[in-house]
Nanobody, 115 residues
Framework: QVQLVQSGGGLVQAGGSLSLSCAAS????????MSWYLQAPGKTRDLVAS???????TYANSVKGRFTISRDNAKNTVYLRMNSLIPEDTAVYYC?????????WGQGTQVTVSS
């Protein structure tokens, strides 16, 4: 059974930082691409950042230079470090794993940035 368990997030003032983590279990996710998405109220779920099995990363333009995605393959865990947060970053953040064509999702974590 695949499980993605998220932790972190919360409330922070603009300019502050938060970290998210997502621990995956049930498969050997070393070969999987791992990602973070966000979904603001009334909007679609959009890609924030992704990291391939070899460590290559991609970022949405809106977070480049502020967010950093990383992974620890020994722990099957993906991280998102968010710096210089702005109110527009407020959303529910979801981790996701693409494993052999199947996509799995975490439970979601609220991130709220106050102005």
């Amino acid at each position: 059974q695949v499980q993605l368990v998220q932790s972190g997030g919360g409330l922070v003032q603009a300019g502050g930082s938060l970290s998210l983590s997502c621990a995956a279990s049930g498969r050997d996710f070393r070969i999987a691409s791992m990602s973070w998405y966000l979904q603001a109220p009334g909007k679609t779920r959009d890609l924030v950042a992704s990291i391939g099995s070899g460590g290559s990363t991609t970022y949405a333009n809106s977070v480049k230079g502020r967010f950093t995605i990383s992974r620890d393959n020994a722990k099957n865990t993906v991280y998102l470090r968010m710096n210089s947060l702005i109110p527009e970053d407020t959303a529910v953040y979801y981790c996701s794993v693409d494993y052999l064509g199947a996509r799995y999702w975490g439970q979601g974590t609220q991130v709220t940035v106050s102005s």
